[in-house]
């Protein structure tokens, strides 16, 4: 999605760890952390499987979609009709079918913006920090744009197959149409919309599709998403999902094929879902030509080069073609169009009976070059590569990449719109640079920003395109799995791949946010949680990170994950079929890993407080009785006085007077009595065989024992990744699970038998756990050590004399241009 704006909202989360349950599990603070999941899971019933699989009487409505639609440029209008024929596949009748309306988020009035708090307006999640109330350029003008255009859908008729009127009822974003007679199970039924709206000025109002203008030369980028009256999904967990739209849950839909007629300038080149079925009618041959050769290369090929995009925008054609597209078994239909582009196409090669080329393409302006031509394809062939071995061969012919803003991405099928362009240089600045300067320079952000934003967009085909989750209630099953993926593809891209900026580790990134007071449960419903972008992306892409990494391992989590997606392929998985999936296929109990990363806000922080060193007791008076006595010695060093007196030469009575020397004298307390030497003999005696055997084993070993003491501080369960140094210098790396944390998950002590001294240990040394505070992973504690810079204050008074005495800076309008002056006002 293109941006976060965060809705505010007061959390009913109750402090403390305990209170993530209702049910207190004893009289005292125990918590039982690895208690099954089940009691918080729907109950498995004939649609979903105890298994996380899809139940034997599966089902799911079906909506195919015959769209004709035509862009006004001139009023930057779209006005179109669709027949829309929809199967009901549930096992009860229908007597009313349920569409989105996703324009009118932006119509007058609309529930969204009603809503919206002064905080929304700002575009922040937060007051903090903002010394007070704050209102943004973005929202005065996105304020005036409202004012100066209506937007939202007019909807022009509703009728059935014969063209006769059905009642309708528009609920903000939701519009109810009302079926002569119930639509019964197993039937489908025809009928048609006819709609228009304004195209959005995305870069004002904020959306995920509408148009670029470009000034300079007057040109427009047009990107068309939730366009169209879409069905709403019906299912059966949620019958229909009609939640209003308002601005952060995306959506969920139905699977169906696509036909659509898109009518455009005819300088225009269209990119959209689908295949493009009439490519005569509107591409000259050499486009055709070079497509051609783009089905068989490796490496990108121009069908429209950048030179003959720059000259079509001189053009302004007011003649019109239309672009005849056709998408099959597709939740979804967007669709591009501008004589601004360029366009770039090679083939991806996979390794598929059903599919087995498919041609990655990108759409982008003269304005984004030269990074697009160099990198945005082959990140959709990439993209395609990675997932694939994740989940399954990618199913649809093409995978296209279109430039339709500066930064932010957001996913159709089959096409994705990605930000990001280099920074130009303006022709007045042109002296101050070296002579060879080229017009355009890019920051390290833009080019990884460029290649993430298309990898993660491209990545939405799989989930949740095809794994159809219900991004209404749930942002992190499509967006959290996702970005999991989208940063296994970016270290696959190039080692250190700068994907969690500055550094590449998820897991350190993440800290920051799980120990923050905004934190809310990844089970948060999406217009619901704060902080979406650490929530909903990389909280979810931490957790799966530790689980593959270090709780299951690769081979049985790239095994589990596999089966989710190919069980959820072109089907309507929930999160717990995602959780029951990954257990049912792993043979590893995750239920602690589900509760403490998805359903608490706890974080991992762990503590090694303590640790202790024994060796075995021989029992023997005579041999423990002088080890008693130099512990002693060790741990209570002499009385200060006594050796003070001693330095001042002062002679004891004692010494005065040896003759009183006695028994005592002679024994101290540590000397072993007969007594005590008959004890030990009665024990050894007494012992059963083993044990002896066991004890004279251990005596001659006489290993080091240690117990250890860790503090779990941030409540989260996690495994304990240990690097052992040893007194040789050896290091050794021992992996404690989690389940450690079973019977008390604040602290636990773990008893260790080592051949030899063990001088310092280390916890989470590779950084594998997402530990909160490694200050405390250390035993002994070390020294941090870093640098410091000497600290000059700044005087920051008004000198009015001396700021007087400034030039003025002179002014300059050049031909035709007026200078910037803001009116008086009126106060
Ligand atoms: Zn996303």
């Known amino acids: 999605m293109p941006y976060f704006r965060l809705s505010a909202i007061a959390l009913c989360l109750i402090s403390g760890i305990a209170s993530a349950d209702a049910i207190r599990q004893t009289k005292g603070d125990y918590y039982d952390a690895f208690r099954q999941l089940d009691v918080d899971l729907p109950t498995p019933n004939v649609y979903r499987t105890a298994s996380g699989a899809p139940g034997s009487q599966y089902w799911q409505q079906r909506a195919d979609y015959k769209i004709s639609v035509t862009l006004d440029e001139a009023n930057r209008r779209v006005s179109a009709s669709e027949t829309i024929t929809y199967t009901n596949n549930a096992p009860e009748p229908l007597r009313y079918l349920w569409l989105q309306l996703d324009q009118n988020r932006f119509k007058k009035g609309s529930l969204e913006m009603g809503s919206e708090t002064a905080m929304d307006a700002a575009g922040r999640s937060t007051w903090k920090n903002s010394g007070g109330d704050v209102l943004t350029y973005n929202t005065i003008a996105r304020y005036q744009e409202h004012q100066d255009v209506d937007y939202g859908y007019t909807i022009e008729k509703v009728a059935d197959s014969r063209g006769r009127d059905l009642p309708y009822t528009i609920v903000d974003t939701m519009m109810r149409v009302d079926l002569p007679r119930p639509l019964r199970s197993g039937q489908d039924v025809t009928f048609s919309v006819d709609w228009s709206f304004n195209v959005l000025n995305e870069p004002r109002i904020g959306s995920r599709g509408g148009y670029e203008h470009f000034p300079e030369n007057d040109t427009y980028i047009y990107f068309l998403a939730q366009w169209f009256p879409r069905m709403a999904a019906y299912t059966d967990y949620a019958g229909w999902q009609h939640k209003a739209f308002i601005g952060r849950g995306e959506f969920t839909l139905e699977f169906g094929d696509y036909e659509v007629d898109i009518t455009v300038p005819a300088d225009h080149i269209v990119s959209a879902s689908g295949e493009l079925q009439n490519e005569s009618a509107v591409l000259t041959a050499e486009q055709r030509r070079r497509l051609d050769r783009a089905r068989s290369s490796d490496t990108p090929v121009f069908i429209v080069t950048p030179e003959e995009a720059a000259q079509n925008e001189s053009n302004k054609s007011f003649e019109t073609r239309t672009w005849r597209f056709k998408a099959e078994n597709v939740r979804d239909f967007a669709w591009s169009s501008s004589r601004k582009f360029i366009w770039d196409a090679m083939i991806h090669r996979q390794d598929d009976d059903e599919m087995p080329e498919v041609l990655a393409m990108s759409f982008y302006p003269n304005e984004a070059e030269p990074i697009w031509s160099k990198y945005s394809t082959h990140a959709v062939a990439h993209t395609m590569e990675v997932y694939s071995r994740f989940s399954f061969a990618y199913p649809y012919p093409t995978s296209q990449s279109v430039n339709t803003w500066k930064s932010g991405g957001m996913e159709y099928p089959m096409i994705t719109f990605n930000g990001y362009r280099p920074d130009p240089i303006a022709e007045e600045d042109r002296d101050k640079y070296v002579e060879d300067a080229p017009d355009r320079t890019y920051s390290r952000r833009v080019k990884y920003g460029l290649i993430g934003v298309i990898i993660h967009e491209v990545g939405h085909n799989y989930f949740p395109m095809i794994v159809n989750s219900d991004e209404r209630q749930w942002t992190w099953m499509d967006e959290g799995l996702n970005s999991f993926l989208d940063y296994v593809a970016a270290l696959e891209w190039e080692e250190e791949y700068p994907a969690y900026r500055p550094d590449v580790n998820v897991l350190d990134n993440i800290v920051d946010y799980m120990v923050s007071e905004d934190q809310v449960p990844v089970m948060t419903n999406s217009d619901s949680v704060l902080q979406l972008g650490p929530n909903a992306y990389s909280k979810p892409t931490a957790a799966l990170t530790v689980l593959r990494e270090t709780v299951m391992g690769r081979e049985l989590f790239d095994f589990a994950f596999r089966e989710y997606a190919q069980r959820w392929m072109f089907k309507r998985p929930t999160p717990s079929d995602f959780f029951r999936t990954l257990e049912d296929a792993s043979g590893i109990d995750l239920d602690w890993f589900w509760r403490g990363w998805f359903y608490s806000t706890d974080h991992v922080d762990v503590s090694i407080e303590d640790v202790r060193e024994y060796k075995i007791s021989t029992t023997n008076p005579d041999i423990e009785s002088e080890l008693d006595r130099q512990e002693h010695a060790d741990e209570v060093p002499e009385t200060l006085a006594q050796i003070r007196n001693r330095e001042e030469g002062r002679q004891t009575y004692l010494q005065r007077h040896p003759e009183l020397a006695d028994f005592y004298n002679e024994n101290d307390r540590f000397t072993p009595s007969n007594k005590d030497r008959n004890d030990h003999t ?57 389940e450690i944390w079973r019977r008390d998950y604040k602290a636990v002590t773990k008893l260790l038998i080592r051949d030899q001294a063990i001088t310092s240990l280390e916890l989470d040394p590779r950084h594998e756990t997402a530990d909160a505070d490694f200050q405390n992973n250390f035993f002994p504690r070390r020294i941090e050590k870093s640098r410091i810079e000497l600290y000059k204050s700044k005087s920051t008074t008004r000198d009015l004399m001396h700021d007087m005495l400034i030039k003025l800076r002179e002014r300059k309008a050049s031909d035709g241009e007026t200078l910037r002056q803001v009116p008086l006002g009126n106060n």
């Open 682 to 738: 009665s024990l050894i005696d007494e012992l059963e065989d083993w044990e002896y055997q066991a004890l004279v084993r251990a005596v001659e070993e006489d290993d080091f024992i240690y117990f250890v003491d860790f503090e779990n501080i941030g409540g989260l369960p996690t495994p304990l990744p240990l690097l052992i140094t040893n007194a040789d210098g050896s290091e050794e790396l021992m992996m404690i699970p989690a």
